[in-house]
């Protein structure tokens, strides 16, 4: 333990940073100037910079639970169909073996292995680089295994709330409402929702500040409107890793409140 806390001496002991779950959409919002990249951006001004990042993306699912440790890790473009302009972006940020190795160290309810084929998929570096244009904040990911249910991500999560005291920001990358098969692909840049992705919406974000994480972790029994907003659960399990990190004295904001092309929400939380 004694060699672990020499490796993470980098991250003493700070004031307590918050967490965020960030609506990240389209990937064309990494290049894209919009109200949500605002959102973003407006976050990571009034925030105490971090000593690094820690992110769950939608967008890294294993077998197991897995954590980023390489020095550099690569800008992933794991999409199709877009400019060329958005798979030239790059984001250059540096990794953190010695939190990829605190991470694993603190989360005692499963083997997490340390990962060094991945990078920065497009659910944490769209949205961090608008955080932290500069790319000069270290960042790992952790993946979501998706052999598990939504208890047990819950329950990893609080395994690893000690990183908010030693300056790491951890960032949930998702979206609340999340139904690609339902977008209207013709209205995409339009901010309106179907009747069932604004009722899902709204008892989400009731649920939220309520501090009612019982319901949101049991969301496949919640009806149709959630079995609607959460057709596969990638996107929405984030929420619950950052709901898991929230103290009792820690207040709750939502931020890029909207819907986009029926299907989707951008709604993004800030617990601090």
Known sequence: M????????????????????????????????????KGFRKVGQEIQKPNAILCISAHWETRG???????????IHDFGGFPRELFEVQYPAPGSPELAKETKELI??????????????HGAWSVIKHLYPKANIPVIQMSLDYYQGPQYHYELAKQI???????VLIVGSGNLVHNLRMVDWKRLNDTYAYDWAEEANTKMKRFIKEGDHKSLINYAQQGKPFQLAIPSPEHYLPL????????????IEFFNDKPVAGALTMTSVRIS
Request: hydrophobic letters at 30%.
């Open 2 to 37: 004694k060699e672990l806390n020499n490796l993470t001496s980098s991250f003493n002991s700070t004031e307590k940073m918050p967490v965020l779950f960030l609506g990240h959409g389209s990937p064309m919002n990494a290049i894209e100037e919009n109200e949500f990249v």
């Open 65 to 75: 639970t897995m954590v980023t440790a390489m020095q550099n890790p690569p800008t």
């Open 108 to 121: 005692k309810s499963t083997e997490v292995g340390l990962d060094d084929k991945w990078g920065l998929d």
């Open 161 to 167: 709330k000690s990183l908010r005291e030693k300056g």
């Open 240 to 251: 619950l890793y950052t709901l898991s990190l929230k103290d009792e004295k820690d207040s």
